[in-house]
């Protein structure tokens, strides 16, 4: 365990597994709290989820809920320290957002002392399908995920655990070039961290977009690797 990774620990951080993220975090994932990660497809979002999930396990366990089927067994093979790790990572895939409904309002039934993170991979992609595009529709689907981060919020604080919701994006339309997540205003309201994350060629960079004690605008590179992030 690195330095930093130690500082996450002592400090109810949970470490992304890379000392870039974890010091433009502030330490880490911080338990009580939902951090929001958001970003288009390949810049990273699921890599970091997984590597957070992996640094949990050390000394806890860690729930995954994996809408996208993004979650694979080789990869956390990969990234693993130790294969009899994996048995802490308890992974459900959800196939609708009915589902995932139903699965976040029985969450807090599989959360005890030994959980060290939860992670939502991803929060809308359900979501997204299940809308006719209807005004209608689109109400009371947007609704239904603000009642979804509400329990995510209030079971982070009642257990004092980490949670990451990764998200999709879209072009914005108040500012040319630039993007911003699906429902934005709901994750902005239950997030008490957010990360934009981005890709050219085979550069990443995570940018801080929103934090309760640092600045927003704060910027990394990292990399993906076989073993993790870097």
Same mark, same amino acid.
């Given at each position: 365990?690195?330095?930093?990774s130690?500082?996450?620990?002592?400090?109810?951080?949970?470490? *992304?597994?890379?000392e !870039?993220?974890?010091e433009?975090l502030?330490?880490?994932?911080?338990s009580?709290?939902?951090?929001h990660?958001?970003?288009?497809?390949g810049?990273?979002?699921?890599n970091?989820?997984?590597?957070?999930? +992996? *640094?949990?396990?050390?000394s806890g366990?860690?729930i995954?809920?994996?809408?996208?089927? #993004?979650f694979?067994l080789d990869r956390?093979r990969q990234i693993l320290?130790?294969?009899?790790?994996?048995?802490?990572?308890?992974? !459900?895939?959800?196939?609708?957002?009915?589902?995932?409904?139903?699965?976040?309002?029985?969450?807090?039934?599989? +959360?005890?002392?030994?959980c060290?993170?939860?992670v939502?991979?991803?929060?809308v992609?359900?979501?997204r399908l299940?809308?006719s595009?209807?005004?209608?529709?689109m109400?009371?689907?947007? =609704?239904?995920?603000?009642r979804?981060?509400?329990?995510?919020s209030?079971?982070a604080?009642q257990n004092?655990?980490p949670?990451?919701v990764?998200?999709?994006?879209?072009?914005?339309? =108040?500012?040319?070039? *630039?993007v911003?997540?699906?429902? =934005?205003? +709901?994750m902005?309201?239950?997030?008490?961290?957010?990360?934009?994350?981005?890709?050219?060629?085979?550069?990443?960079?995570?940018?801080?977009?929103r934090?309760?004690?640092?600045?927003?605008?704060?910027?990394?590179?990292?990399?993906?690797?076989?073993? #993790?992030i =870097?």
């Amino acid at each position: 365990m690195n330095l930093l990774s130690r500082k996450a620990k002592a400090l109810n951080f949970t470490s *992304s597994g890379s000392e !870039k993220l974890d010091e433009l975090l502030g330490g880490g994932f911080p338990s009580g709290a939902i951090t929001h990660l958001y970003g288009p497809s390949g810049s990273g979002k699921t890599n970091i989820a997984m590597s957070a999930a +992996v *640094s949990s396990t050390t000394s806890g366990k860690a729930i995954y809920l994996d809408t996208e089927g #993004g979650f694979h067994l080789d990869r956390l093979r990969q990234i693993l320290p130790k294969p009899e790790l994996a048995k802490n990572i308890l992974l !459900k895939q959800l196939y609708s957002f009915k589902e995932q409904k139903s699965i976040i309002s029985q969450l807090q039934r599989f +959360v005890d002392y030994k959980c060290r993170l939860i992670v939502l991979d991803s929060a809308v992609s359900l979501y997204r399908l299940e809308n006719s595009g209807s005004r209608n529709d689109m109400l009371d689907n947007s =609704r239904e995920l603000g009642r979804q981060m509400a329990q995510l919020s209030k079971i982070a604080r009642q257990n004092q655990v980490p949670i990451i919701v990764c998200n999709q994006v879209y072009e914005s339309f =108040r500012k040319k070039g *630039s993007v911003e997540p699906v429902g =934005r205003d +709901v994750m902005a309201y239950w997030s008490k961290t957010a990360l934009e994350l981005g890709r050219k060629g085979s550069s990443r960079w995570a940018r801080l977009a929103r934090h309760p004690s640092k600045k927003a605008g704060e910027q990394s590179k990292f990399k993906i690797h076989n073993e #993790g992030i =870097r």
